[in-house]
């Protein structure tokens, strides 16, 4: 399981900066967030390449929505026909550096690839 922190929104920095933790955990976890009052909405399936290169990790991905009660060649519903493209770092805290190296690398993917901070409070909006 992977919480990931709020977003520390800073103008000066190139990047979006959040805290994440990682745990592993047993089958019973669907069960264990239910009951503290989690819903479930659905499940999706990533498909698409991840690559690195030094710390950085780029995945290129598309989410298909599982649909219960299909056949499973059928299953999968593209919840978008746009690919995510997302690149992180994982770096101890202080390290200002890193925005800098992901800043660089997204510069040598335009203009293929418009890399930007995302703005979550405003897609929460959506529906």
Do not use: H
């Amino acid at each position: 399981m992977r919480y990931l922190g709020q977003p520390e929104v800073d103008i000066r920095r190139p990047t979006l900066v959040r805290s994440c933790m990682d745990c592993a955990c047993t089958n019973g976890i669907l069960d264990f967030l239910s009951e503290m009052g989690f819903r479930l909405e659905f499940e999706y399936i990533a498909k698409g390449y991840m690559f690195r290169k030094g710390r950085m990790k780029i995945t290129v991905s598309k989410l298909f929505k599982i649909v219960p009660g299909k056949q499973q060649d059928m299953a999968n519903e593209a919840i978008s026909q746009s690919y995510i493209v997302e690149l992180s770092v994982v770096a101890p805290t202080g390290q200002e550096n890193v925005g800098e190296e992901m800043r660089v690398f997204a510069e040598q993917l335009k203009p293929l690839v418009q890399l930007e901070k995302i703005d979550y409070k405003r897609l929460g909006n959506l529906p």
